[in-house]
C-alpha cells in the first residue's frame, strides 16, 4: 500500500511538477515554453525567446545573427510556424522586435490566419496583409 502511494505521489509530482503560477496567477507552462525556445533554435532563430503565454503568446526576438533583411521575416515566418504548432490554443501571436536590445516593433498575426497559411488556405500575400506591425514609442 506504501509503495502505492509513492508511485501515486511521484506520478503527481511528475505530471504537475513543472506548472508553476505567474505573478498573474496565470499557470506557466514552462515545458511549451522549452519546447517552442528549442524549435526555434533548430529552425535556425538564433536571439528568441518567449516573454507570454497564454491567449497571446510573444516572443522576443533579436536578428542580430541575421546577414540581410529577408532573413529576419523568413525567421519571422519560422517563429509564427513554431509558435503554432507549440501553442494551437492561442489566439494571437506576437513578435516583439528588438535591435542592439532595445525594442523597435511589434508584429502581431491571428492565430487563425498563421493556420491558414500553413495550411495553403491563403496566399502569403494574403498573409502578409493581415500581419499588424506597430512600431515602438
Same mark, same amino acid.
Given at each position: 500500500?506504501?509503495? %502505492?502511494?509513492?508511485?501515486?505521489?511521484? %506520478?503527481?509530482?511528475?505530471? +504537475?511538477?513543472?506548472? !508553476?503560477?505567474?505573478?498573474? !496567477?496565470?499557470?506557466?507552462?514552462?515545458? &511549451?515554453?522549452?519546447?517552442?525556445?528549442?524549435?526555434?533554435?533548430?529552425?535556425?532563430?538564433?536571439?528568441?525567446?518567449?516573454?507570454?503565454?497564454? !491567449? /497571446?503568446?510573444?516572443?522576443?526576438?533579436?536578428?542580430?545573427? #541575421?546577414?540581410?533583411?529577408?532573413?529576419?521575416?523568413?525567421?519571422?515566418?519560422?517563429? +509564427?510556424?513554431?509558435?503554432? %504548432?507549440?501553442?494551437?490554443?492561442?489566439?494571437?501571436?506576437?513578435?516583439?522586435?528588438?535591435?542592439?536590445?532595445?525594442?523597435?516593433? /511589434?508584429?502581431? #498575426?491571428?492565430? &487563425?490566419?498563421?493556420?491558414? +497559411?500553413?495550411?495553403?488556405?491563403? /496566399?502569403?500575400?494574403? +498573409?502578409?496583409?493581415?500581419?499588424?506591425?506597430?512600431?515602438?514609442?
Amino acid at each position: 500500500m506504501t509503495r %502505492s502511494l509513492i508511485a501515486i505521489s511521484l %506520478s503527481l509530482i511528475l505530471l +504537475f511538477g513543472c506548472t !508553476g503560477k505567474e505573478s498573474s !496567477g496565470t499557470p506557466v507552462k514552462s515545458q &511549451s515554453k522549452e519546447l517552442a525556445e528549442q524549435s526555434m533554435n533548430l529552425a535556425g532563430v538564433q536571439n528568441a525567446r518567449i516573454i507570454s503565454e497564454g !491567449g /497571446t503568446v510573444a516572443v522576443e526576438y533579436d536578428p542580430a545573427d #541575421a546577414a540581410y533583411e529577408d532573413q529576419i521575416i523568413s525567421e519571422w515566418g519560422a517563429i +509564427f510556424g513554431v509558435l503554432s %504548432s507549440t501553442y494551437p490554443g492561442a489566439s494571437q501571436y506576437q513578435i516583439v522586435q528588438l535591435y542592439n536590445g532595445e525594442k523597435i516593433a /511589434t508584429i502581431t #498575426a491571428k492565430a &487563425s490566419d498563421v493556420k491558414a +497559411f500553413m495550411a495553403d488556405q491563403i /496566399t502569403a500575400d494574403e +498573409f502578409a496583409k493581415r500581419i499588424a506591425t506597430k512600431a515602438a514609442k
